[in-house]
């Protein structure tokens, strides 16, 4: 794995009681600020899924139209009469 040192300014306050904490967590400031990190990421990518969700189905009730598994914009009718072809 490759790194990088990174310097971040934090107020000394701060530093020492997050020094204190992972000291009684018998863990690594920088293990900490990682872990903070991806789950900051993981945040993020789930926040982005749900709002395309969201325009999605937004679309979907303004337009009435569905988006099937393929991600084709069809009519409500349309949608239900392909999946009653995929039941037979």
Same mark, same amino acid.
């Given at each position: 794995?490759?790194?990088?040192?990174?310097?971040?300014?934090? =107020?000394?306050?701060?530093? %020492?009681?997050?020094?204190?904490?992972?000291?009684? #967590?018998? /863990?690594?400031? @920088?293990?900490?600020?990682?872990?903070?990190?991806?789950?900051?990421?993981?945040?993020?990518?789930?926040?982005?899924?749900?709002?395309? =969700?969201?325009?999605?189905? %937004?679309?979907?009730?303004?337009?009435?139209?569905? #988006?099937? /598994?393929?991600? @084709?914009?069809?009519?409500?009718?349309?949608?239900?009469?392909?999946?009653?072809?995929?039941?037979?």
């Amino acid at each position: 794995m490759s790194t990088k040192q990174t310097q971040l300014r934090i =107020e000394s306050s701060v530093k %020492d009681r997050f020094q204190q904490e992972c000291r009684n #967590r018998n /863990s690594s400031m @920088t293990a900490e600020v990682v872990r903070f990190m991806k789950h900051f990421i993981d945040q993020s990518y789930r926040d982005e899924k749900v709002i395309k =969700e969201l325009d999605l189905l %937004d679309t979907q009730r303004r337009t009435g139209m569905i #988006r099937d /598994s393929r991600g @084709t914009w069809m009519s409500r009718d349309e949608y239900n009469l392909l999946r009653s072809f995929d039941d037979l």
